[in-house]
């Protein structure tokens, strides 16, 4: 069975840093790019970063340059979403996310159930 089990989500203030962590099994962690999405109720889930399979390239929306760093540990088949300088916007459910390739359309091929990140002023 795939899982893509999300950790690390939580209150913290404005200004503070989270680390998310997304642990997959059932499927070939390597061969598929990993990204993170985010959403809010009532609104369209949001592309927030991804990492390709080749190379560990690395993708971020506008919205989170500079301030998020994606990573992905292949031995563990673990990735990471390094959250710094967070913003009361950034509060939302994060979900970690596989497809064949890197890209922000939410046409992932696996999906976890998602943290809860909530940032006080």
């Known amino acids: 069975e795939v899982q893509l089990v999300e950790s690390g989500g939580g209150l913290v203030q404005a200004g503070g840093s989270l680390r998310l962590s997304c642990a997959a099994s059932?499927?070939?962690?390597?061969?598929?790019?990993k990204g993170w999405f985010r959403q809010v109720p009532g609104k369209e889930r949001e592309w927030v970063s991804c990492i390709t399979r080749i190379g560990g390239v690395t993708l971020y929306a506008d919205s989170v340059k500079g301030r998020f760093t994606i990573s992905s540990d292949n031995a563990k088949n673990t990735v990471y979403l390094q959250m710094n300088s967070l913003k009361p916007e950034d509060t939302a459910v994060y979900y970690c996310a596989a497809a064949t390739r890197c890209r922000a359309n939410p046409a992932y091929d696996y999906w976890g159930q998602g943290t809860q990140v909530t940032v006080s002023l």
């Open positions: 059932g499927f070939t962690f390597d061969a598929y790019a």
